[in-house]
Every structure is written in C-alpha cells, then in structure tokens.
Nanobody, 122 residues
Framework: QVQLVESGGGPVQAGGSLRLSCAAS????????MGWFRQAPGKEREFVAA???????YYRDSVEGRFTISRDNAKTAVYLQMLSLNPEDTAVYFC????????????????WGQGTQVTVSS
C-alpha cells in the first residue's frame, strides 16, 4: 500500500522559513515526478512545486525564488524548503506522487499524503 507522509509544517511569522518533508513508502518513486500542492480554506488545491526523476524542477510563479524542492531517491523522500514566507502561503500542504498527466494539475496525481498545516502570521 502506497503511503505519503508529510511533516514539518507549523506556525511561523512572516519572513520566516520552514522545511517540509514527505516520506514515501509502498513502492519506489525514484523514477517518478513528485510534487507539492497546497490548499487554503475556501480555495481550490493549487500546484506549488514538482521535481522529476532527472532533477528538473517546476514552480508556481508566486513561490519561484523563495521555495526549493528537492528529493532523495535513496530515502524515497521529497522536501520543500520555504523561505521568506508570507501570510498568502498559509495553507495545508500536500505531497503527491504517481503522475499520470499534467505536472501542475492536481487531478494528474494518483497518490496523496494527508497534508501538513503551514500558518504564516503577519
């Protein structure tokens, strides 16, 4: 059974940083795209970042230059380093894997974690 488990969320003041982790188990994702999405209250789930097996990375415009996605294939883990956080980054952050379509589309991923809350206060 595939499991994705996120950790590292929490409260932080504006300008601060957090590092999210996602540990995958149940199958190997070393040759797959893994991504991070987020969902704020009352809003749709949105793409944040993704990383391919080759190391190619993709970001939404609003986090480019502030967030960095990385992966450790040996540990089957993916990370999201978030710097210069602002209140607009407040959301539940989800790890996703099992890409079947467009990288930036939530409906393209088969497997999801339970999410970790990030709350940025001004």
């Amino acid at each position: 059974q595939v499991q994705l488990v996120e950790s590292g969320g929490g409260p932080v003041q504006a300008g601060g940083s957090l590092r999210l982790s996602c540990a995958a188990s149940g199958r190997s994702f070393s040759s797959s795209v893994m991504g991070w999405f987020r969902q704020a209250p009352g809003k749709e789930r949105e793409f944040v970042a993704a990383i391919a097996w080759s190391g190619s990375t993709y970001y939404r415009d609003s986090v480019e230059g502030r967030f960095t996605i990385s992966r450790d294939n040996a540990k089957t883990a993916v990370y999201l380093q978030m710097l210069s956080l602002n209140p607009e980054d407040t959301a539940v952050y989800f790890c996703a894997a099992g890409l079947t379509g467009l990288i930036r589309s939530p409906s393209s991923y088969r497997y999801w974690g339970q999410g970790t809350q990030v709350t940025v206060s001004s």
